[in-house]
């Protein structure tokens, strides 16, 4: 019943930006984190950003910081990734995790390319 389903992904021009979004439905009376990760190919899933469902928020790794911010909708299940002056090398499948009683939940994944 728990379901996790990103969008937003896109081909782009480098310095170009992207907003990802991401839903998770099927669950309810419950405090929970969600999280976007990223994988290139030939490179491990990394963690991009997270956020809890109060608003705290992880501090971002070095290669996104300052170009990507994640944030919460008021009162849905849903983040956000705003990815600005985007770089060829953040190519990859991004990835939504919702974590929920201690369980994880993937989203499918939704591609963004950066390229001239």
């Known amino acids: 019943q728990v379901q996790v389903e990103e969008s937003g992904g896109g081909s782009v021009q480098p310095g170009g930006s992207l907003r990802l979004s991401c839903a998770a439905t099927?669950?309810?009376?419950?405090?929970?984190?969600m999280s976007w990760y990223r994988q290139a190919p030939g490179k491990e899933r990394e963690l991009v950003a997270a956020?809890?469902?109060?608003?705290?928020?992880?501090e971002y790794p070095d290669s996104v910081k300052g170009r990507f911010n994640i944030s919460r909708h008021r009162t849905r299940s849903t983040i956000y990734l705003q990815m600005n002056s985007l770089e060829p090398e953040d190519t990859a499948v991004y990835y939504c995790?919702?974590?929920?009683?201690?369980?994880?939940?993937w989203g499918q994944g939704t591609q963004v390319t950066v390229s001239s």
């Open positions: 099927g669950f309810t009376f419950a405090s929970y984190a």
């Open positions: 995790k919702l974590r929920v009683l201690q369980r994880d939940y």
């Open positions: 956020i809890t469902s109060t608003g705290i928020t992880t």
